[in-house]
Structure formats: C-alpha cells, structure tokens
C-alpha cells in the first residue's frame, strides 16, 4: 500500500508513523498533567483502525486523507483531548507549509519523483526536461492564481472538490482554452509565423508542411485542443495537379515526344496521389513528433466532412486526402522498437451524410475504410450530419475533444453564413453533481438549493476567467490574434470584442450525473425515475446558462467535462467527505458527464439511444462512446455501429484496443492487475510491467492517452464493460 505525500511523491504506507503522532498528543497530554492519557496499545488499535481504513480505498491515499481518519479515530474513541492537540499540531505543521507552496512539488518533480505529476496527463512525459520546464511553470501559476488571483470561496470549493477550475497552471497568463483554426484564411491570404512572412502555398505538399508549423504555433500559444479541416487542405491538391501536368509536357518535349492529353492526365493523377501520400505523411509524422513550448505532441483534432466543399472536382479532391489520411493512420506510427503501434495525435472525426452512410454510395468506400480504421486504431470518431443539423442547423468540428461552438448569432461570414473557423473557448469551471447530492443528504429541496448556490460560485469562478482574457493584447500571441488563426487584429489592438456577442463560449462543465442520480433517487439514470430527475439536472444547468448569456452577452454553454485527473480527484474528495456509499462514492473514480456507469450492463445501441438525449442538452459539448472488444475481423458489426450512430446521435466513438509489448512484441489488449494495492499493467504474455518498455492506447476523455493515467482512471479503464 502506497500514500502520497504532500510534495506528490508516493511512498509505501507505515503505521508507525501513525502511532508516533498520536503518541506526540498523549505526550503533550501527559506534560499538561492531563488524565486521558494512553497506553501504548491503545495507540496501537488506533493505528491498525487507520491502517484498515486505507487499505478498503484500494488506492494511494494522501497523507491528509490519513490525518482525517485519525482525527475521526480518536474523536469515535472518546479521545477528544487527543484529538485537538492532534488538530493543533497538524494546524501549525500546515500553516508552516503554506510560507512556500511550491518549492516541494518543483523540487520533486525535478527529481522525477512526483507520482501525480506522471499521471496528471496521459499525453505528456513527466521525465523529460521541457515537460518538467511546463510543469514547473504550472507550479508556479497555481501558486500566484491560489493566493492572489482567485477569491477565497473559489479556491476553497476547488480544494474541496465542490467544483473544479480547470486549467489553473495556465491562468497566470492571458490564454485561452481551445479553437477552430481558420486554417483557410491562413493558406489562401498568407500567414506570419516566427516574424516570417508565408506566403500562400503553390503545391499540396508545402501546404501540409505550412499547417503543421501553424498546429505547432497554435498549440504553443494556447493550453487547450485545436481542430483543422482537410477541407482547408483540399484546394491544394488541384494547384499541384496543374503544375505536375506542365511538369509532364515538359519532360515529354525534352525527350522529343508528343503526349495525348489522357496520357498527360494519367501520369499527372499518378504523381498527384503520391503528393497527397508524402503530404499526408508530413502531417501525421510531424504531429507526431512535433514537441510544443507544453512539453507535449500538440492537441490536434483533424475534420473530415465530404460536404464542406462543393461537389465536383473539389470534393474528389477532399475524398482523396481523407482516403489517405485513414490508410496511413490504419497503418500507425513506428515505436523506437520498429513495431507498428496507435499513435495518440492527430485525433480525426469522420462525419457521417447521405453520401457515404449508404452502402454502394459513391463515397461508401471512405466508411468501410473509416470502419477497419476504427477497429484497428481507435480513430475516426464520428459525427452525425443528420442529427447534429437537426441540433444545431449546421455541420462543423469541435474545438479539440469534445467543446462545441454555438452558431453565431449574426451570420459573421462575407456571405451571411454562420462562421466557425476562427472561433474559440474561453475556459471551463466544472461543477461536481455528486458532491452536491451528498451534501444535501438526498433530499431534493436542499438539493435545489445547494445546485443555486453552487452553479452561481461556477459563474463566479468562470467570470475571473473571461476578466482575465478582457485586454489581452493581440501582440501576446501573433499566431492568433495578428496572423489568421483566430483573428487578424493590429498590434496593440485588444481581443474584447472577441470575448462578446457569441463570438466565443465559456463553459460550465459537469460531472458524475450517473453517481448524483443514485444518491438522489436511489437508482441509476437509466432507470425511469432516474431519468426523470437527471433530465432535470440537465435542463436546470441549460437554464442557468441561457440566463446568464441573456444578462451578460457572453456565450455560457453546457460542457459534459472530459475529466482525466479530476475524476480521481472528486472521488478522492468525496470519499474523505462523505465516506464509501455505495453506487456513489465506491470507486475511485467518478462518471464523466452524462455517461451510463462504466460497469453497467447495457448494450452498444442502446447507451448510444439513451444517451443521444441526454447530449442533445449538452450543446457546449459531449462525445458518447461504446465499449468493443477486437473488432478487426468483424467489420460490418463495426459499420453496423456506425450506420446507428448516423440516425441516432450526434457525436460518438468506439473504444478498441491496441496495445504493444516491447519485451515479448505481443500485440494486443495489456491487462490491468493489482499490486500491493496500487493498479499496474501486465503483459497477458509474457508478464512485462514496466511502463517504460510498453505502448498502451486508451481513451481516457475524448483523446487517446498513451502516458498512462492515475490511479483513478486506471481503475475505471478496468472496470469497463463491454457494450458489443
């Protein structure tokens, strides 16, 4: 059994460091010349009472968590004496501490030795020197953003677990979350990046090589997802077919020779899918390996929508780079081992329409290859054309994971269209549905009560974020605000106006509605009464949202929060607060948004029919996904899935497996097992548990992570049933 220490480092558990500080109080008992004093067995049972209580968490508990019990220990015993002197000198060790609050947690992650750190993010290498250089800033912003920029009751509500404000190791600075990049206005108008003037592109391939220097700039002047489209791409593929069919012509006449225009066309067409293949490659390859200022592969989510461009030559061409982008990604990416594994980046999102869901339709084909994709490397995920232009009228990407766009109320394109490119997220405060059931004991007039109270701290909290982007400077971030990305502002010139008028969202995020529901009503919410009141939830934090638009001008939205460490954190939280109750606060972990419970039975159509209206009243944001089991050589059960998704829901994905052993080269599922009470991977074939030496992909929160995760999420990945 393992603790955490405060400076994030984790040790194996010692009872006798429980027994000499309940020993430290009786001594200063003694010395008062006090008669509850005791003895050394006494101590002992205390101390064993502890040592059990940490054992049923089946996980690294934080020494803070072990100082409650001991406090409640001794309080349960009668020991009240005890008990203050022990709350005393746990006051004055703590006050103490809080003269530096960052020096520990450098020092320690420095050192490599930070257990929270490394599994803070699946996606970033804690070991690494500019990894350590982004955590160390981090430090320092949570630090600054706790004592000075924050009121008190957020920073309060946040460390207790009632909400969450995510993202504090950025909010020292004027950044934002995620956006859509205007990857468009940035080829055909020209961009500037590192006071270098690019000027628009004159093949495919320089286009390609262009964005990925802009994903890079982008994703180092922002902490949150961005998305392109290929169709912003797709233009390019004509601008070199041209130059390849004059290239052909000229080596026909230098060797004497006449060539038929189908011959010049042939030849040309050949040259230009392999344009498309290197073009591609430049895109994937270097995302892959692309380091940001963050320490981490940029963010990226790539868009392929058929309808985006008009039909004719254009969409063939747009068919073409989506082909060989889902060639290249059913393919992989090289480990340092030279074994073919699922690289986490580029995330792509395949939309679903009337010209590639039918069977024998002209673009069927790029589906049954989307299909084999997924069941080999977990991408695309897939949005629906037909429910979302029910939703919300139109049919565009998401700004990284999951965090959607409202459309524009003013049709701010030349055309009177709605724009989307160009747009972003403010930031995100979550609210924890789950704390709020507890607290209220399960009674539903205290539950109201607390959710008015609790949502108008999320708009206190998500306020401070919108005041600390009001006056930024375009000069903080060139890429976006100057040069096309987002906006093309002069120097000097604040982002404001983009703050207002729906421009951009700020989100109110929630978790754990499945865990809320049970406490509140005593079943799941996929249960008929549990519906009902979950529906509530949803409809009241959509209202909340829509008052605080029409009061304030700013563009709140519903957020189902893709947690990755903040679920173990509020499990954490909630357990210490509330204790084990079960199907609330059991696991450790809590459910993301709107989702039915990992470990419940339930069938892939029917999760995605159940949950398609709960996201329906998530307009800010939401993925539902299906658990599947190896699906590779069953690919109409995956396109079965699919052609449900198309009718049914919006936005949704299915969850492989696809995992590599270094030692033994097996390939496939990497189980979880437990040791000493801490969750680890094994391989099924050869029993390898070193980290270091494995490639594991899970999706963790709408991403793939391939870091590995905490202790929290890895508990949820193991529990998950299969849905297929």
Known sequence: ????????????????????????ADADIREEGGKDVLASADITVLSLSVEERCQKLNRAVHVEEIQDMVIEELAAAGHMNHMRHYSEYRLRHEMERKSNTTDGRILSLIERNNEEAKQEN?????????????????????????RILLPEDVVRAHDEGIIHFHDADYFLQHSHNCDLVNLEDMLQNGTCISGTMIEKPHSFSTACNIATQIIAQVASNQYGGQTISLAHLAPFVDVSRQKLKAAVREEFAAIGKTATDEEVNRIAEMRVKKEVERGVQTIQYQVVTLLTTNGQAPFITVFMYLDEVPEGRLRDDLALIIEETLKQRWEGVKNETGAWISPAFPKLIYVLDEDNIIEGGKYWYLTELAAKCTARRMVPDYISAKVMKELKGDVYTCMGCRSFLTPDTKGLNPDGSHKYYGRFNQGVVTINLVDAACSSDGDEDRFWELMEERTELCRKA??????????TPSDVAPILWQHGALARLDKGEVIDPLLYDNYSTISLGYAGLCECTWRMKGVSHTDPAGKEFALRVMKFLNDKCAAWRAETNISFSLYGTPMESTTYKFAQCLQRRFGIIPHVTDKNYITNSYHVHV????????????????????????????????????????????????DNIMYAELNTKSDYCQVCGYDGEIKIVEDDGKLVWECPNCGNRDQRRMNVARRTCGYIGTNFFNQGRTAEIAERVLHL
């Open 462 to 471: 998500l306020m401070c974020r919108h005041e600390r982007l009001k006056g």
């Open 122 to 146: 699946a996606n970033k290498n804690p070991v690494i020197n500019s990894t350590q250089r982004d955590y160390i800033a981090g430090e320092v912003s949570k630090d600054i953003t706790r």
């Open 599 to 646: 470990t419940e039975p339930i069938d892939a159509f029917s999760k995605l029919a159940f949950e398609a209206e709960f996201q329906a009243l998530s307009p800010g944001g939401a993925i539902s996904y299906v658990e599947v089991p190896n699906m590779q050589n069953n690919i109409p059960a995956v396109l079965s899935v699919m052609r449900f998704i198309y």
């Open 1 to 24: 059994m393992k603790i955490i220490k405060r400076d994030g480092r984790e040790v194996p558990f010692d009872r006798n460091k429980i027994w000499s500080a309940i020993a430290k």
